[in-house]
RNA sequence: GCGCCAGUAGCUCAGGUGGAUAGAGCAACAGCCUUCUAAGCUGUGGGCCGCAGGUUCGAGUCCUGCCUGGCGCGCCA
């Protein structure tokens, strides 16, 4: 399609006096299919011609008439457009190919190499839904890149370090029980912290003890190290039990408490440049310029506290010191939640004032939160939905359906399917809308397997994989012949198909341009639909005519093919029954 | 008070670089299973694109001001 376009632009320019990228440029898509493949809006043209635009349109649908056909683009004005209609048997043949060979997209990224920080839960509390948009963002984003040819280290972040560590602590001392720790896990943990928050209201001293357990931990002192360590622990395992569930992993651990020797470090790199100004007994780098730090509309970012301890930001700037170093990266990506906006703007400004070559290489990608009611989840306070509730919810439902349409006989391969139906609605979920969106958590619109759903994509996935097998058993050629020796494409009824596997690679890219998970969804969902009302009027098996059968074929495989990748680039493992 | 983000159908949302009659899903209503999975398909109704100016041949899209909501504004991470 390109080629034809290039064709385009060159006779459009050289006949109307324009540059070649102005044409191309001005190429749009017609709303409809029915209108044509693309446009050339006339109006730029209307002022060298004077004449009026509709008129310019078909005077020049005459002219390139004759010239056109010969490379089978017929182009017709319509009002002030001019469109152009390719040859679809000839394009779908060549998209089918490609779809088949797994060619469609080509890897533009090559050799460069993205770091994305994602999930980076804070240990010692349950998994909740709270924590899965970094998550499910970060890990679709991870396969994007991945597929443009980029090299992707997935970071998780992990809050380990901090003062509720040393509130946990306290607790333990008090009330612990280490047989309770070791057969509940994390649950018993936050049983423990929302006990010790409560009673700190009523004994201010319980966060004054905390504070100081805290610090025994940042000293080293042997006892509560041993005690964080099996929090940590122990909240790993869970965590690792729950990303196996969602398909996610990671490369590296490396959290809050991994950077904790190299902070001191870091500072000094800032003490070094003299960027640090001593403000209400507090360390600071001054947000604007500094020649006028006093004109700083935005406040300054807090490297170390009036009581000598570090920030958070410190604990930033320490990470990304130590990513440059290990991973060399071209760029760095902090799925983080919209809340900390601000908090990454103070970072990388700092680094942009040390005048690092790589500071315009981290990118904050924020996203909306995950309310309930119209406010935000909180462990303490115990207004929190967990995953896993809702996947079992989801696996129950699915559950019930399989058994309502059929009663089947596997029961091992049955809770595999409700299991897999349950991720792939609640990963898609979370990642058909722009990240930027609020998600106020409601039953029954997660759970719902109508409409723009994972389960609407699986559905369609599926349903290929039962024609491939009718068509394995009724024809005398197997279907995965056809992918070695792809077909013609005659009927033009198939061409929605391939105009939407067509925009696969652009969409990728776009995709991976905004850092948007949600333009891979949406395209999923357009294919899918324009699959489904295709699949209602033309039946592919027809032992009476094989030929148009294995055409029909091929054409449903090249859409399951462009689904099925896509799907995996969301995190989504495509399923051939259900 | 300042900053960031959002405001499109009853609800949830799509609408690269400004272009043709603003699109989906849910909900409602009416149809479609003797044929490859009805978790589907087809159709109907439903819109001062928050408001007001401006730029332009042309604005949901760009600019300015305002309104509403969310989040954030140094010793939590």
Redesign the pocket.
Known sequence: MHDLTEFICERIASLCALAREEVR??L?R??RLD??DL?F?C??LAKQRKKAPPVIARELAEEFAADFAAQGIRCEA????L?FRFDHCMLAGRLLAQALAGSLLSGAGQGRTVVIDYSSP?IAKPFSMGHLRSTSIGNALSHIYAALGWKVARVNHL?D????FGKLIVAFRLWGDRARLANEGIPYLMELYVRVNDEAKARPELDEEARAAFKQLEDGDTAALELWKIFREVSLAEFERIYAILGVAFDSYAG?SFYNDRIEAAIAVLERAGLLIR????L?VAAGEPDAPEKD????C?IR???G?S??AA?DLAAIFYRWQEYAFDRLLYVVG??????FKQVFAVLKKLDLAYADRCVHIPFG?VLLNG??MSTRKGNVIFLEDVIKEAETR?LA??RE?SESSDTACEAEIARN?AVSSIIFYDL???R????DFNWE?IL??????G??LQ?AH??I???M??YDERMSEPSAAIINSPPRVTEEESWPLFDAIA?FQ?KLA?AAEHNEP??IA?FL?DLA?AF??W??V????NEDNPVLSRERMGVVLAVRAVLAQGLRLLGITPLE??
Not at 78 to 81: D, F, N, T, V
Not at 161 to 164: D, E, K, L, R, S
Not at 279 to 282: K, N, Q, R
Not at 436 to 439: C, T
């Open positions: 440029q001005a749009t017609p709303p209108m044509g446009a809006p109006f730029p319509a009002g002030p457009y469109n804070n809050g370090w901090g003062t509720q809050e403000s209400e007994g507090a600071v509309a935005a406040p300054p807090m506290k009036s009581d301890a920030t958070y604990r919209s809340p900390q906006a601000l908090h939160q406010e935000m699915a359906k399989m349409n139906l058909k809308n722009g930027i969106k609020d998600v619109e719902n397997p109508h409409g723009e759903t389960i609407y559905y599926a349903r994989h039962g024609i097998r009718k925009r652009e776009l949600s333009v949406r969902l639909s489904s009302a699949y209602r033309h039946r592919v098996i029954k259900m």
